[in-house]
Structure formats: structure tokens, C-alpha cells
């Protein structure tokens, strides 16, 4: 039990390089500008924050029954993805993110066309475990512990604190990043849709924080390059933080296909070697910490050899259409709330001139079978043939 303590308060200590809590900071909310059009939650006047999942359910659900509420999610389009590397994590923020600047375009009633401009962080954090530190439940160090493990720390997630951060300067969320690269889309081949969609598919494939693979720099690596491919794989641009992306000090961490890249012996003389400098005598449990690697190794392999991305490349584009679907019948209910009685009018109008023609059709018809002086005419023929 005591190598078991031992085990986990070293790799919380190691987890500090990776990501840590939120500041504060985000916390407030911003003054943005006046938009030309609202969009609930995406073109607002202040700043927001949401997990992927409200994120979602924000795009899919239309609360405030707008009546062309596709055409405006279709129209809120992509037009840069940057991926940012800071190598401090003292401000207590993500070591990698990914910031997504979009846009929405309105023309007047002049003609003029006008553009409202926002920007999206995605983010993977470590949740907040404080009060915990003393327990095993504390800090789950891999993605969740091996069926060899302890009872006391068997089946227990660490969770995440991923989020979407809505906001309008982008210099306010990259200071003291450095970019690792960035791509344009070309206009009309990725919208904010999109953006929610691979976000929340990330967050449920890998619902617990890992400290050494699904931690934020997996996170980034996959949404950044998971939104590239539903872009088209439009060209790259690399910044100067390219080299160090994914990495951990010089040793690269994750490959641009999302897998773990340093080896199980590694991670473990790294271990032993943060263990001795503790003089606890203990000894490591090197069992325990192969399996907890193993087991987020296997979670990459059940999928087969598609790898990681290609493998939530085909959930996204699934939930996609799945989203555009709800999103249209959304619309669609909304269209005839807003306009039920403009729908009646016509309605009515339409029966009216229906009523109007049938009447026509039915007096025309009269005319025809009852002609004056046609009902004497047999008769009179009659008389003149016998006389």
C-alpha cells in the first residue's frame, strides 16, 4: 500500500509538466462587440465557457426559435484553426489548445454586407481534485488502473474538465503561446457545427484525463487534425513551435495519429528515478504502472490499425449527420411556431381561392345541362313532322 502511495503521489507530481486546474481568469466574462446578428452562445456580447457536451446541445437544440436557424449555422463558417504550445504550465493552463476563429456574414436591408467575428478555445484540462490529495481516489495517474490492481483504486475515473471558451481577441487566450501550426479552410468546407461535433466525440472516447496519453497535447493533436480532414487536409502552416509539439522535455509523447509514443520501460526508469530521489526506500511497483500503460495502449488498439483519427474521423462524420438532422427538424418546428399564423393566413387563403374555383367549376356545369328554350325543343319538332 505504501509503494502503491508512493507510485501516485510521483505521478501526480510528473502530471504538473502536462496541465493543471484553470486560473481564474476565464472565469469572468468578457465584453465583446455589439453583434449585427445574435446567435445564441456562438455571436454573443460577452464571453462563455461550456463542456462539449453544453457545447453540442447548445448547436443542436434552437431555445430561441429562430426560423432559419440551419441557414445561420451553416452561414457561421470556419476561417482559421491554430494550434498553440506554451512550455510553462505555472499559469496553471493546458500545455497545448486549439483555437478556432469564425465568422458570420449578414447583408442589411441596404444590400451592405457586415461580418461578426469570434473565436472558439478547446481545451483539455485536469480536473480540479483538491481535497483529495490524501486518498488513493486522488489522483488516478494512467487512463484508469489494470485489472491486477488494488481494490481501492480499481474502476476509479479521473474525469476531465475539457471546455469551449467562446470569446473575440485572440491575443487575450494565446498570450504566452507559441503556435505549432494553422490551417485556412477553404470557405464553406467547415463550420462551427463541425467544431462541436469532433469536440464532443474526443470528450466521450476519452472521458478520463490520462496523464500520459490522453492529456492535453492528445487532445489538441487530435481535434486539430481531426478538423483538418473533415477541411479537405487544406494546407499547413508551421509555427515555431512545430518541433515541440506533443513533446515532454526533448522526448515526443504523441504522434499525429494520437498514439502513445514513449515506451512502457521508459516511463518506468523515469519513475524509478523520481522514486529514489524521494530517499523513501520504497520500492516501485513496475507491475502495476506496465499494466496502467498497457491499458491505455489497448484502448488505441481495439479500434484496429485505423489508428486513433481515423477511427473518431468515422464517428464524427456518423454524429454530423446525426446533428444537421436534429438541427433541421429544430428549424423546422421553430419556422412553424414563429409563423403559425402567417401559415393559417395562407392556409386559408389557399381554401378560399379552392372554394372559389370549385364554386366557378359548379356553376359553368349549371349553364350547360339547363339552357333556356333547350327543354322545348323536342316537342315543337314533333308538331311541325305531324302537321
Known amino acids: 500500500m505504501a509503494s502503491s502511495l508512493n507510485v501516485l503521489q510521483v505521478l501526480r507530481s510528473l502530471g504538473k509538466w502536462f496541465s493543471s486546474p484553470p486560473s481564474d481568469s476565464d472565469k469572468t466574462t468578457e465584453t465583446m462587440t455589439e453583434p449585427l446578428q445574435y446567435i445564441p452562445c456562438l455571436v454573443g456580447e460577452r464571453s462563455c465557457a461550456y463542456t462539449p ?10 431555445n430561441h426559435l429562430d426560423p432559419v436557424r440551419e441557414r445561420t449555422l451553416r452561414e457561421c463558417l470556419v476561417d482559421e484553426v491554430i494550434h498553440f504550445r506554451r512550455d510553462s504550465s505555472s499559469a ?9 476563429l469564425y465568422s458570420h456574414s449578414i447583408a442589411d ?7 461578426d467575428r469570434r473565436i472558439a478555445k478547446f481545451e483539455r484540462l485536469k480536473r480540479d481534485q483538491q481535497g483529495d490529495e490524501d486518498t488513493l481516489m486522488g489522483s488516478v495517474p494512467l487512463y484508469v488502473e489494470s485489472r491486477g490492481s488494488s481494490r481501492e483504486v480499481k474502476g476509479k475515473d479521473t474525469g476531465n474538465l475539457d471546455r469551449v471558451y467562446i470569446a473575440q481577441i485572440l491575443e487575450q487566450l494565446s498570450y504566452d503561446y507559441k503556435r505549432v501550426a494553422s ?24 472521458s478520463n484525463y ?3 496519453h490522453y492529456m492535453c497535447m492528445w487532445y489538441a493533436r487530435i481535434l486539430f487534425e481531426s478538423l483538418r480532414l473533415l477541411a479537405g ?12 509539439a506533443g513533446t515532454w522535455g526533448k522526448l515526443p509523447i504523441v504522434t499525429i495519429e494520437g498514439h502513445l509514443v514513449l515506451s512502457t520501460d521508459f516511463i518506468i526508469s523515469v519513475l524509478r528515478r523520481q522514486i529514489n530521489s524521494t530517499r523513501s526506500g520504497e520500492e516501485l511497483n513496475l507491475d502495476k504502472v506496465r499494466d496502467a500503460i498497457q491499458h491505455d495502449r489497448e484502448e488505441d488498439s481495439m479500434a484496429g490499425t485505423a489508428g486513433p483519427l481515423r477511427e473518431v474521423r468515422d464517428v464524427v462524420e456518423k454524429l454530423r449527420k446525426e446533428t ?5 427538424g429544430a428549424t423546422e418546428v421553430a419556422y412553424e411556431r414563429v409563423y403559425r399564423e402567417d401559415i393559417l393566413k395562407e392556409e386559408l387563403a389557399r381554401k378560399t381561392v379552392e372554394l372559389s374555383m370549385l364554386r366557378a367549376q359548379i356553376a359553368r356545369a349549371s349553364d350547360v345541362s339547363v339552357k333556356p328554350g333547350a327543354s322545348d325543343s323536342g316537342p315543337q319538332t314533333a308538331a311541325r313532322v305531324h302537321s
Open 53 to 62: 457536451r453544453q457545447f453540442l446541445d447548445i448547436v443542436k437544440d434552437n
Open 92 to 100: 496553471r493552463i493546458p500545455h497545448e489548445m486549439v483555437i478556432v
Open 109 to 115: 436591408k441596404n444590400g451592405s454586407v457586415g461580418v
Open 183 to 206: 490551417f485556412t479552410p477553404a470557405r464553406g468546407t467547415l463550420d462551427v457545427v463541425d467544431c462541436a461535433v469532433v469536440a464532443y466525440v474526443l470528450t466521450e472516447r476519452a
Open 210 to 212: 490520462s496523464l500520459l
Open 233 to 244: 487536409q487544406p494546407p499547413m502552416r508551421y509555427g515555431e513551435a512545430n518541433k515541440r
Open 324 to 328: 444537421w438532422d436534429a438541427i433541421a
